[in-house]
Structure formats: structure tokens, C-alpha cells
């Protein structure tokens, strides 16, 4: 697997300084918040030559975290970037035969974005912090309520984490999302929805015939439905989050998913699920009385 010692090195650095010192100082912010890989790079490039061509630091950035993958035979290139955002960069990439894919999504999450990441009390609370391999410890728990560099990045590598455990248990339980495939510290694997030239649209962006629409609505609101016997709470479902290709839809984007059994907005986040999905089949004439829906998902699901 690949090396990420410098990372580890990094973080192990930055716990024992924390410890030791009270708030940050200022020179110690002009510390990269994430380790410059170049060195590193350079050992990983053999071999691995990705097709897609960008700029110098996006090139470093995809050898940096896809070449694990590529070591690991599960790509074989990265062939062009579906969406580069202030979040997260997704990456189509040819899948290794071992994978039965032909296609792989990629994302690779940008480090910076977890200093100011979405409202992210709201989703964490009764959250484990989870590290890459998915445990939870009290160092770490210390160190994300500390703020430190430590715990921010931390707090980040909790995030994919909870994507992707997330992904892997709601895939398993038969919702309607790419399959999960692989994860590192920064990135995530999962089946690509569309083809080598056009990605799936977001369910936003395409008009859908009107005898699509219905059954749409109703296999959402199943899968809603599906999510919370799972023990999850989509959090941020909208046609933004929803890939649409040939007729069928694939839910994204779940790192902010939250267990209704241990967080307090569970019920209010479902509520607005709900009602974006509503609103959004409402431009279709479909009638529907979100408040009603949630409850009825709800109380069959969580006892009261
Ligand atoms: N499995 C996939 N197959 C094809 N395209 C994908 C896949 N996953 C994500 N994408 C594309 O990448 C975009 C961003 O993915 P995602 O929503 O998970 O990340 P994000 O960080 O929330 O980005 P944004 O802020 O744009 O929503 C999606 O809108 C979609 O266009
Ligand atoms: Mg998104």
C-alpha cells in the first residue's frame, strides 16, 4: 500500500507540539496545513502516468492520492476531471479489469476545505471521530475539541471516513448509489455514473419525460425510506446530490450523513430532505405533503 509517513510524521508532529503549547502560534501557522508531497511523489511516479492533462499542482495532487490505487490495481489512468469544486475534485478514471468496472469515480477531497466546512456541529454531534481506518479514540477526540492542526485534520479524515462507511452500509443495505470501492486518507473510489465522455448529469440539470417523473419521486422517497432503516440520514439531499443517467438515479455526496439514534437533528434533516425532494418534483405537477411524508418515515423507523 502506499506510504503516507510524511502525513503520519506530520500529524504525529503537530499532536506533540499541541500537547505541549497552549493556543497556535503564528509562525507555527506558516506550517503547510497539508504536507508538501513532492518527495514523495517523485518514488510514486513510475509507472503511474495519467493521461488527463492539468496544472503542475493538480498533477501532483492526483500523484500524490490516486497512485495508491493505480499500485493497488484498482485504475489504470486518470482520464478527466468530472467536477472540480471548493469541496472536492472528481476524477473519471479507466478501472483495473480486477475491479469488473470500466469506469471509476475518484474524489479527492481538498484538505483546506474542512477549516471552513459546512455547518459541521449541526451533522457531528454524537458522531464517533473516526480516523482512516475508522476507529475512534480519545487522543483524537481531545485533539479535534482542542482545534489543533491535529485534530482539524482529524476532523477532515472523519468526514471521508463517514462517507464512505456511510456509502459502504447503505450500498450493502440495497440503496441506489454508486458502489463504494476504496479509500485512502484524502480520496474515495466508487462506481462513475455515465461514460468516458459525458458524466451523469445532476437530477438538477436535465428535464425528465413526464411519465419519469412519478416513479422517480416515489423510488427517491424509497430510498429515503431505505437510508433511515439503514440508520442514516442523507443531510444534504437535493437534485444536486442526485446523478441521473439512462432513466436511473444514483444518490451522492454523503459525508455529513448522520445516525438518527445518536444525532439531535436527525428528524429536522430528514424533514429537509424530504422537502427539497418535494419541491423539487413539484415543477413535475407531483403533489405531495412533505411534513406528512417525514413523519410517516420517521415513526416507522425510530421508535418513539
Ligand atoms: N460516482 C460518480 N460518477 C460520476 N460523477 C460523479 C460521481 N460522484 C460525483 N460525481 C460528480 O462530482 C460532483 C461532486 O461530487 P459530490 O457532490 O460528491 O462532491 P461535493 O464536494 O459535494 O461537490 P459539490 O459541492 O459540487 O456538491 C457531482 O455533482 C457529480 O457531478
Ligand atoms: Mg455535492
Not at 437534485?239 to 444518490?251: F, K, P, Q, S
Amino acid at each position: 500500500m502506499k506510504d503516507y509517513s510524511h502525513y503520519l510524521d506530520y500529524l504525529q508532529d503537530d499532536l506533540e507540539e499541541s500537547e505541549q503549547r497552549e493556543p497556535r502560534t503564528k509562525a507555527r501557522r506558516s506550517k503547510p496545513e497539508v504536507v508538501e508531497p513532492t518527495a514523495q511523489v517523485e518514488t510514486r511516479k513510475e509507472g503511474f502516468n495519467p493521461s488527463f492533462s492539468s496544472s503542475f499542482h493538480e498533477r501532483d495532487w492526483i500523484l500524490t492520492y490516486l497512485s495508491g490505487f493505480y499500485e493497488d490495481q484498482l485504475i489504470t489512468d486518470v482520464l478527466r476531471q468530472v467536477k472540480g469544486g471548493k469541496e472536492a475534485n472528481v476524477y473519471c478514471c479507466a478501472a483495473h479489469p480486477s475491479t469488473g468496472m470500466d469506469l471509476i469515480a475518484a474524489k479527492v477531497y481538498r484538505p483546506r476545505m474542512f477549516r471552513n466546512l459546512r455547518n459541521d456541529v449541526l451533522y457531528r454531534q454524537g458522531r464517533d471521530i473516526l480516523d482512516d481506518g475508522g476507529n475512534r479514540g480519545r487522543r483524537e477526540f481531545l485533539a479535534m475539541k482542542k482545534k489543533t492542526g491535529f485534530g482539524q485534520n482529524l476532523r477532515h479524515t472523519s468526514w471521508l471516513m463517514n462517507e464512505f462507511q456511510t456509502m459502504e452500509l447503505l450500498y450493502a443495505a440495497g440503496a441506489d448509489l454508486p458502489k463504494p470501492v476504496a479509500h485512502n486518507d484524502n480520496a474515495i473510489l466508487m462506481s462513475y455514473m455515465g461514460d468516458e465522455r459525458w458524466p451523469a448529469p445532476t437530477l438538477n440539470s436535465v428535464r425528465l419525460d413526464k411519465e419519469e417523473a412519478q416513479p422517480l419521486f416515489e423510488r427517491l422517497l424509497h430510498n429515503v425510506d431505505l437510508m433511515l432503516a439503514a440508520g442514516r440520514v442523507h443531510g444534504d439531499l437535493s437534485a444536486h446530490n442526485i446523478l441521473y443517467w439512462e432513466g436511473e438515479v444514483r444518490i451522492i455526496d454523503f459525508p455529513q450523513a448522520v445516525d438518527p439514534l445518536v444525532n439531535p437533528n436527525a428528524l429536522d434533516l430528514l424533514a429537509r430532505d424530504v422537502e427539497r425532494l418535494c419541491q423539487y418534483f413539484a415543477r413535475y405537477n407531483i403533489v405531495s405533503a412533505p411534513a406528512e411524508l417525514t413523519a410517516e418515515i420517521w415513526s416507522r423507523h425510530i421508535p418513539t
